[in-house]
């Protein structure tokens, strides 16, 4: 591998995410030297206001020596290419508002990840990434590939599948939103922090969270601090209030279950009759995004182009971007750092079965991730949940990769959003229909 002239294509590079990554990226020059930055994506409008975007963010910052392409043409993009950060959506904010909304019609969680919508989410981005992942074996097959495309536990274990000796490390950000989200409320730094934590993605939680500095397991005081008092948003967050019910929820669960700190997306699985309850049926989270961050993207896109003054760029999203450019840098010097990443399990979690795509910590080099094993089995209320979504994820891949109607229809109705086999179906020919140019034919 090579350790300077970095060529680093962004797959999706129209996400509002990009200068985020970008930004981490320019911060990281001196043990991360990228020359040339590629923006991949079907979507040529978007992908043109990014390419201002960052066009923009390197010439005000004394970069614009740094190659900037633009392109939808797989070839071009991965062509040479060292490092891939993906973060492609298949079907764009529309297809994820179709995903919340038809689950609700039918009393179902509507949610882009979890339950029902998040399955469909699902079979699109599996479409999506091997698309991706094949274009990087075709015309860069020694890159690294740096995904964020979600749901992170169904593209793992289809990649696995179908690309076994892909170059590939598949992160959340969730962990590191929670994580530094309790940071910023509670008075901590969260680089102090090493935090033991098991699941699967967006579905896990936190044994430990050591803090170097102080010596000692903060863990305790974090759950006692948040059992009486929910989180406020962050600043990353900012403007989104679904993200402030979120925290109230996750004190929720910490007064049933005190034991071990939960990812909050469990909300959707111990409260789903709540969640659809308080949910707006006609204007759910997709729709925030796109009156929100969308729309902020696109209005700083349009000053550049109306070569207006001021401070136009207006980003904040935490620690997503650098995240991403650690890893990236952990494997260049082979400096095994710790992240969270979603990998087969293989024993780190003792008492689950072996070929889980599980979210562990693990260390990251030149060769890829080594997970860190657990020193205990998990608890048998964990272990169970952990089962039953596992198996609900496994049938939805095997649907995908035999065109199955039934195993696609079993994965819905195992999912633990969902109370009735009746619903599950009447969902599950919605979202056939919703997704006719998008999912493989079902028979």
């Not at 962050?234 to 979120?246: C, E």
């Not at 999203?317 to 450019?325: A, D, K, L, R, S």
């Amino acid at each position: 591998m090579k350790q300077t002239d970095l060529h680093v294509t962004i797959a999706g590079g129209g996400s509002t995410y990009t200068p985020g990554i970008t930004q981490a990226v320019l911060n990281n020059l001196d043990r991360f030297p990228m020359t040339k930055l590629t923006l991949y994506d079907i979507d040529e409008v978007r992908n043109e206001d990014m390419y201002l975007i960052i066009q923009y963010m390197l010439k005000t910052t004394g970069h614009d020596d740094i190659e900037l392409v633009a392109t939808l043409d797989p070839k071009e993009a991965f062509t040479g290419c060292d490092f891939v950060f993906s973060q492609i959506r298949v079907g764009g904010m529309e297809m994820r508002e179709k995903d919340e909304k038809i689950p609700l019609k039918y009393g179902l969680v509507g949610q882009e990840t979890c339950g029902v919508g998040g399955f469909s989410y699902g079979l699109r981005s599996i479409k999506g990434l091997l698309g991706v992942v094949g274009y990087v074996q075709q015309y860069a097959p020694d890159a690294w590939i740096l995904n964020y495309t979600n749901p992170e536990t169904l593209i793992a274990e289809s990649i696995r599948r179908a690309y076994p000796k892909a170059h590939m490390l598949n992160a959340c950000d969730m962990t590191i939103s929670i994580e530094e989200t309790m940071a910023r409320n509670f008075g901590y730094d969260r680089k102090n922090w090493i935090c033991q934590y098991y699941g699967l993605n967006h579905f896990g939680w936190y044994t430990e969270i050591y803090d170097k500095e102080l010596q000692r397991d903060v863990m305790p005081e974090l759950i006692e601090k948040l059992r009486n008092k929910p989180m406020k948003i962050a600043s990353f967050n900012k403007g989104d209030q679904s993200w402030q019910d979120a925290w109230n929820k996750l004190s929720k669960i910490l007064n049933l279950f005190p034991d071990y700190l939960p990812n909050n997306y469990l909300e959707y699985y111990f409260f789903p009759d709540i969640v659809v309850d308080e949910t707006d049926p006609n204007y759910t989270r997709a729709n925030m995004v796109m009156d929100g961050r969308l729309k902020h993207t696109k209005d700083m896109a349009n000053e550049i182009r109306n070569n207006e003054d001021g401070n136009i760029l207006d980003f904040d999203f935490g620690e997503h971007g650098q995240y991403i450019v650690d890893m990236a840098t952990s494997i260049l010097n082979d400096s095994h750092e710790r992240f969270m990443l979603i990998l087969p399990n293989r024993g780190a979690i003792p008492n689950l079965r072996s070929d889980a795509a599980v979210e562990v910590p693990a260390y990251v080099g030149r060769l890829g991730a080594e997970p860190i094993s657990m020193r205990h089995d998990i608890p048998d209320f964990h272990k169970g949940l952990m089962e039953a979504q596992n198996a609900a994820e496994k049938l939805l891949v095997d649907g995908y990769f035999e065109g199955s109607y039934q195993k696609v229809l079993q994965a819905f109705t195992l999912n633990q959003t969902v109370p009735s086999a009746d619903k599950a179906k009447l969902a599950l020919d919605d979202l056939i229909i919703a997704n006719k140019d998008y999912w493989p034919e079902l028979h």
